[in-house]
């Protein structure tokens, strides 16, 4: 069955999905399955007391006053019912991406070292297995309990009922038949096909999580093998190189994979219902011959054997659709569990409390000291007892060979990772100590791999809806931006892709790169670092920048990050990496001036400009 650690998890699940504003939704659900379990109970018993009064030749008004009752009755709780129902079902089905934005919200508070961490990804992908279900995992999990708190109260409600048939006389005369021994065999009996049927259940469940999980993992490749066959921007490369037939291929192999797991899952659900249906029509003809000697032995009445009988029969029903969907829910319980684990990944970086100072002069003294940084699972560190200090205004700029640990300065600077020994100080207090945002705003950063959204450009460039129009523009052009903003249709307003809007623009990689570095100057930190800013950009773009570096940074602290030394030339604190940690530093005459590996470097790069 399950374990205490597992019925905390599903709790974790369910509290996290009320945490949504869904509390309601939850009761809706606990209300439909209390009404639609209690009401043909509620009937039969009317109908067997009505049935009753026919046999003793009650006067009509009294059997017209039971009737109205069952009526009324059954009216009221089904309206109740599908009210309850409709909004539970519409909610269900937008848990999928319910649970997904949940995700989503954790996935951004979360320490960001664990989005570039295997085990991580594989901890989401194995949860998106259970979105094998319609409902994902939450919705999944909420659908289980509808049926067990239905079946659940079922139960009780038979009991209930059923109670008397087994406390009625039970004299010797009885018989075996009537006797306590014959009621205990045949509750034996019917538990015994129950716990059948859950054992079977739980066999043919891991068979069909099994065959959902294949589905799902082809299903994938699928999806990614159509979306390399249907995206023109692929098709360049297929065709050039006739890829069409290799990707033909593996979609070819994932369908047949995918329609193979298919059956084999629909063969397992075959032999499950056909083992179940089996069993309880045995369970069932044990307790109509049950009820029926012993209303033919004139120890019950006719209504009786009506009321009692179906009841036994849906107390049977109740009790393995309880088992089947048990079963269901162990099933769920190792996605349960990595949605946890996942969940409760630590957000060590939002520890910090002190408050940023906030200063006009943007006077931040940046110091590194002694610090090593080896990634999560890596076997060597990447950065070795580093020691420097940026001093304010200055534009410096680092470089190194690939590899040399560059952009992970840049991660350690900005908190994305901390670092594994020592530590990094701005105005003299270890980053780790101040609140997080704050520290964040102290930065402007072009990323290699920056992101631009398929939302309008004046929002690209604010981060944000609102959009101080003329601070927008101001960037753009500092970015070298003006001729092409005068060409845009709608102007800030411009969708950048057409994913939403056909009038949008679909920018080339330079024309990207230079809104990058817009973003970067409106956002008006003190700091501003950007890691090889110009790749993308054509030569006269690249000088353009270089030449429009110091008006676009004004007097912040700025670092420049290129493996292109030319670009670097025009720094005044040049930082030369290897291997982890600085080995020079100076200005380009001192250093070309020293030999070294600056040196080496910039003979080797110079040869192609000769
Ligand atoms: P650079 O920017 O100078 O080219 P990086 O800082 O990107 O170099 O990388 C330094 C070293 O760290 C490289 O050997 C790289 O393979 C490794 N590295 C970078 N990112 C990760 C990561 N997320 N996990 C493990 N190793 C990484």
């Given at each position: 069955?399950?374990?205490?650690?597992?019925?905390?998890?599903?709790?974790?699940?369910?509290?996290?999905?009320?945490?949504?504003?869904?509390?309601?939704?939850?009761?809706?659900?606990?209300?439909?399955?209390?009404?639609?379990?209690?009401?043909?109970?509620?009937?039969?018993?009317?109908?067997?007391?009505?049935?009753?009064?026919?046999?003793?030749?009650?006067?009509?008004?009294?059997?017209?006053?039971?009737?109205?009752?069952?009526?009324?009755?059954?009216?009221?709780?089904?309206?109740?019912?599908?009210?309850?129902?409709?909004?539970?079902?519409?909610?269900?089905?937008?848990?999928?991406?319910?649970?997904?934005?949940?995700?989503?919200?954790?996935?951004?508070?979360?320490?960001?070292?664990?989005?570039?961490?295997?085990?991580?990804?594989?901890?989401?992908?194995?949860?998106?297995?259970?979105?094998?279900g319609r409902f994902g995992l939450m919705g999944d999990m909420l659908s289980e309990?509808?049926?067990?708190?239905?079946?659940?109260?079922?139960?009780?409600?038979?009991?209930?009922?059923?109670?008397?048939?087994?406390?009625?006389?039970?004299?010797?005369?009885?018989?075996?038949?009537?006797?306590?021994?014959?009621?205990?065999?045949?509750?034996?009996?019917?538990?015994?096909?129950?716990?059948?049927?859950?054992?079977?259940?739980?066999?043919?469940?891991?068979?069909?999580?099994?065959?959902?999980?294949?589905?799902?993992?082809?299903?994938?490749?699928?999806?990614?093998?159509?979306?390399?066959?249907?995206?023109?921007?692929?098709?360049?490369?297929?065709?050039?190189?006739?890829?069409?037939?290799?990707?033909?291929?593996?979609?070819?192999?994932?369908?047949?994979?995918?329609?193979?797991?298919?059956?084999?899952?629909?063969?397992?659900?075959?032999?499950?219902?056909?083992?179940?249906?089996?069993?309880?029509?045995?369970?069932?003809?044990?307790?109509?011959?049950?009820?029926?000697?012993?209303?033919?032995?004139?120890?019950?009445?006719?209504?009786?054997?009506?009321?009692?009988?179906?009841?036994?029969?849906?107390?049977?029903?109740?009790?393995?659709?309880?088992?089947?969907?048990?079963?269901?829910?162990?099933?769920?319980?190792?996605?349960?569990?990595?949605?946890?684990?996942?969940?409760?990944?630590?957000?060590?970086?939002?520890?910090?409390?002190?408050?940023?100072?906030?200063?006009?002069?943007?006077?931040?003294?940046?110091?590194?000291?002694?610090?090593?940084?080896?990634?999560?699972?890596?076997?060597?560190?990447?950065?070795?007892?580093?020691?420097?200090?940026?001093?304010?205004?200055?534009?410096?700029?680092?470089?190194?060979?690939?590899?040399?640990?560059?952009?992970?300065?840049?991660?350690?600077?900005?908190?994305?990772?901390?670092?594994?020994?020592?530590?990094?100080?701005?105005?003299?207090?270890?980053?780790?100590?101040?609140?997080?945002?704050?520290?964040?705003?102290?930065?402007?950063?072009?990323?290699?791999?920056?992101?631009?959204?398929?939302?309008?450009?004046?929002?690209?460039?604010?981060?944000?809806?609102?959009?101080?129009?003329?601070?927008?523009?101001?960037?753009?052009?500092?970015?070298?931006?003006?001729?092409?903003?005068?060409?845009?249709?709608?102007?800030?307003?411009?969708?950048?892709?057409?994913?939403?809007?056909?009038?949008?623009?679909?920018?080339?990689?330079?024309?990207?790169?230079?809104?990058?570095?817009?973003?970067?100057?409106?956002?008006?930190?003190?700091?501003?670092?950007?890691?090889?800013?110009?790749?993308?950009?054509?030569?006269?773009?690249?000088?353009?920048?270089?030449?429009?570096?110091?008006?676009?940074?004004?007097n912040k602290t700025a670092v420049y990050i290129s493996h292109r030394l030319a670009?670097?030339?025009?720094?005044?604190?040049?930082?030369?990496?290897?291997?982890?940690?600085?080995?020079?530093?100076?200005?380009?005459?001192?250093?070309?001036?020293?030999?070294?590996?600056?040196?080496?470097?910039?003979?080797?790069?110079?040869?192609?400009?000769?």
């Open positions: 069955m399950l374990s205490k650690k597992d019925w905390k998890n599903q709790w974790r699940l369910f509290s996290d999905y009320c945490k949504m504003g869904e509390t309601k939704t939850v009761v809706c659900m606990a209300l439909t399955c209390t009404l639609e379990a209690v009401r043909p109970y509620v009937t039969l018993v009317l109908m067997g007391y009505l049935l009753d009064l026919v046999y003793a030749g009650t006067d009509y008004r009294t059997m017209l006053k039971y009737a109205g009752i069952a009526f009324f009755y059954t009216f009221a709780s089904s309206c109740i019912e599908s009210f309850c129902h409709k909004r539970y079902n519409r909610k269900l089905e937008y848990m999928f991406e319910q649970q997904s934005y949940l995700m989503n919200q954790k996935c951004l508070s979360m320490d960001y070292e664990y989005l570039e961490d295997k085990k991580v990804h594989d901890k989401i992908f194995q949860i998106a297995q259970s979105y094998g309990w509808e049926y067990l708190l239905r079946s659940g109260i079922s139960m009780v409600a038979a009991v209930v009922i059923v109670f008397p048939l087994f406390t009625e006389v039970t004299s010797i005369r009885d018989g075996i038949v009537t006797s306590w021994l014959a009621s205990l065999l045949l509750c034996a009996l019917v538990a015994l096909a129950t716990f059948y049927n859950y054992h079977f259940d739980v066999k043919i469940g891991a068979v069909v999580r099994g065959c959902q999980e294949e589905k799902a993992r082809h299903s994938n490749g699928l999806g990614y093998y159509m979306n390399i066959l249907a995206s023109y921007d692929k098709q360049k490369d297929l065709r050039i190189y006739h890829q069409e037939q290799m990707v033909s291929e593996r979609t070819d192999a994932a369908m047949d994979a995918l329609d193979a797991w298919t059956n084999k899952e629909a063969r397992s659900r075959m032999k499950s219902a056909f083992v179940k249906q089996t069993v309880s029509a045995a369970s069932g003809l044990a307790v109509y011959l049950f009820a029926g000697i012993r209303a033919f032995l004139g120890f019950i009445s006719v209504g009786s054997v009506v009321t009692y009988a179906a009841s036994i029969i849906r107390m049977t029903t109740s009790m393995a659709t309880l088992m089947q969907h048990l079963a269901h829910l162990k099933t769920l319980n190792p996605y349960i569990r990595d949605y946890v684990e996942f969940m409760d990944l630590g957000g060590r970086k939002y520890e910090g409390t002190i408050p940023v100072e906030k200063r006009k002069d943007d006077r931040f003294t940046i110091e590194f000291s002694h610090v090593s940084f080896r990634y999560p699972g890596a076997e060597r560190d990447v950065i070795h007892d580093l020691n420097l200090n940026f001093t304010i205004g200055n534009k410096v700029a680092i470089v190194g060979k690939n590899g040399s640990g560059k952009t992970t300065f840049i991660k350690l600077l900005c908190r994305l990772y901390d670092v594994t020994k020592g530590c990094i100080k701005v105005n003299g207090i270890d980053i780790r100590k101040y609140n997080y945002r704050e520290y964040c705003d102290l930065f402007s950063v072009v990323f290699q791999d920056f992101q631009m959204f398929a939302f309008p450009l004046g929002e690209n460039i604010a981060a944000c809806s609102e959009v101080d129009k003329d601070q927008a523009l101001s960037a753009l052009g500092r970015a070298g931006l003006t001729q092409r903003m005068l060409e845009l249709p709608d102007g800030l307003d411009t969708c950048v892709g057409k994913e939403f809007d056909e009038r949008g623009v679909t920018f080339s990689g330079g024309e990207k790169q230079k809104m990058a570095i817009a973003r970067a100057i409106y956002k008006d930190a003190p700091f501003v670092i950007m890691d090889e800013p110009t790749a993308a950009l054509d030569p006269v773009s690249e000088c353009e920048v270089f030449a429009g570096f110091d008006k676009m940074v004004g670009s670097c030339r025009f720094c005044e604190d040049i930082l030369v990496f290897d291997k982890g940690t600085v080995v020079q530093r100076g200005s380009h005459d001192d250093l070309l001036a020293q030999g070294g590996l600056y040196r080496k470097l910039w003979d080797a790069q110079a040869k192609y400009y000769a």
